[in-house]
Nanobody, 125 residues
Framework: QVQLVESGGGLVQAGDSLRLSCATS????????MGWFRQAPGKEREFVAW????????YYADSMKGRLTISRDNAKNTVDLQMNNVRPDDTGVYYC??????????????????WGQGTQVTVSS
């Protein structure tokens, strides 16, 4: 059974930094790429960041590029998302997820088979 648990969300002010973490359980974490998505109220879930299984490649949403760093620790089965200079439009629930396989696009929610419960990020102006 694979479980993903996000943490690190909260209420922050515009311009602050925030680090989200995702702890996973289950075997073979190091063989799967991982992603972060977010969902704002009334909007669809959108791609934020992706990291390859060995951590050697990353992708970021164009709208957030330059403010994010995704990283992973395969020894600890964790994947983190560092967010800098947050803005009010970064508000939403942030989810980590495990990608199904290498043939799936990194930026589509249906490419991922396991999801965490999400962590709320609220950015005040």
């Amino acid at each position: 059974q694979v479980q993903l648990v996000e943490s690190g969300g909260g209420l922050v002010q515009a311009g602050d930094s925030l680090r989200l973490s995702c702890a996973t359980s289950g075997r073979s974490f190091s063989t799967y790429a991982m992603g972060w998505f977010r969902q704002a109220p009334g909007k669809e879930r959108e791609f934020v960041a992706w990291i390859s299984a060995n951590g050697g490649r990353t992708y970021y949403a164009d709208s957030m590029k330059g403010r994010l760093t995704i990283s992973r620790d395969n020894a600890k089965n964790t994947v983190d998302l560092q967010m800098n200079n947050v803005r009010p439009d970064d508000t939403g629930v942030y989810y980590c997820a495990r990608r199904r396989g290498v043939q799936y696009r990194h930026d589509r929610p249906n490419s991922y088979d396991y999801w965490g419960q999400g962590t709320q990020v609220t950015v005040s102006s």
